[in-house]
């Protein structure tokens, strides 16, 4: 079984990448070949800054290694370091309905918060296709935000065996059904753009306030509060024990305990919960060249199966 995902480093890693993808994908290495990596021509959409852009691609490279990703096992590369990606997407928009792409959630969302609305990024799902389809991946692991772009997939590999023969196999979304979207400050979808996220590596002091921010209604102190609506109690799931979820819950109906406490709480549950992934960072600094090491050793497992799928692709189509 091939194991394939990605992830943009258009900003710095947060727990909703964690629980929707990074978790799941540190679990299947261990299942079969796995390939992950750095979605840095996803990444040029909305971030066009070059000295941004190799930070944060270094940086979402080393988190993943701090939190578990094993490069002996997995192998894990910038998506630039395969370029004829970037070729194998040029064969796919050729039969990929524009109509499609018009119907795309996250192109429509993008474009309503601001972001350009490039050609690149209404392609968007179909270099996200390419990268799919040019590792012959059998699962994909990520979070419910990227399904349709894997519906797209799936479409177009079809298209392609049906105009051009056998070519492609198609593959599987994996999607976190516990964690199927992870709330962010505000109670919409935890997101780097919207600017309402808690980092997996953030400063201790930074993510107490942030988490001392999660916005809740006006229910006094004393009052019952409603512990199936709460942001908090969601995150806390995500840390905590069923018995300690269920404590947490019984504790919100009761009432004489203000948000605040329980945003504690989920402060000292989350801070416990990477604790060991933070102590694996400290290590992984401490030797300069290790993730320029991984990423060289990635991004050569990577090319030579996009090499022989290219080779595949186009005897098939005619070049
Ligand atoms: P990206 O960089 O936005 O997010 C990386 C992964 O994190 C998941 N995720 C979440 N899951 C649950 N709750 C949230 N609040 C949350 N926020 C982010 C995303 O679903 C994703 O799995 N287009 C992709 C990157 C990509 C890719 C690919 C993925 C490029 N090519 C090929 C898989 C296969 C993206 O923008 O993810």
């Not at 480093?9 to 390939?35: K, T």
């Not at 040029?44 to 290694?65: C, G, I, W, Y």
């Not at 819950?249 to 329980?262: I, N």
């Amino acid at each position: 079984m091939r194991i394939l995902s990605g992830i943009q480093p258009s900003g710095v890693l947060h727990i909703g990448n964690y629980f929707g993808m990074m978790r799941a994908a540190i679990a299947l290495q261990a299942e079969g070949e796995a390939f992950y990596f750095v979605a840095d021509y996803h990444a040029l959409t909305s971030l066009q800054n070059p000295k941004a852009m190799r930070e944060n691609s270094h940086r979402v490279a080393l988190d993943f290694l701090a939190c578990g990703l094993d490069p002996d096992r997995a192998a894990l590369f910038r998506q630039s370091d395969v370029p004829q990606v970037t070729e194998l997407a040029w064969i796919l928009g050729t039969v990929t309905p524009f109509s499609r792409l018009e119907l795309a959630h996250s192109y429509k969302d993008k474009v309503a918060r601001g972001v350009a609305a490039s050609a690149g990024l209404f392609t968007y799902p179909v270099l996200m296709a390419a990268d799919i389809l040019i590792y012959d991946s059998d699962v994909v692991p990520v979070g419910k935000d990227q399904k349709q772009h894997i519906e797209i997939t799936r479409d177009i590999a079809t298209r392609i065996n049906e105009t051009f023969g056998e070519v492609f196999k198609l593959p599987e979304p994996r999607i976190q059904s516990s964690t199927e979207t992870v709330p962010g400050l505000d109670g919409q979808k935890m997101s780097k753009s919207y600017g309402n996220t808690i980092d997996i590596f953030g400063e201790e002091k930074e993510t107490r306030k942030r988490i001392m921010s999660i916005v809740t209604d006006s229910t006094p102190v004393e009052a019952p509060k409603n512990p199936d609506t709460s942001s908090i109690v969601q995150l806390y799931s995500l840390f905590a024990t069923e018995a300690e979820v269920a404590a947490m819950k019984k504790r919100f109906v009761a009432g004489g305990t203000g948000y605040g406490d329980f945003k504690k709480q989920l402060f000292s549950a989350l801070w416990d919960y990477f604790a060991p992934m933070r102590a694996r960072r400290a290590e992984i600094l401490a030797e300069p060249s290790y993730v320029d090491e991984v990423l060289a050793r990635g991004a050569e497992r990577a090319n030579a199966i996009a090499d022989r799928v290219m080779s595949r692709v186009r005897a098939a189509v005619g070049l």
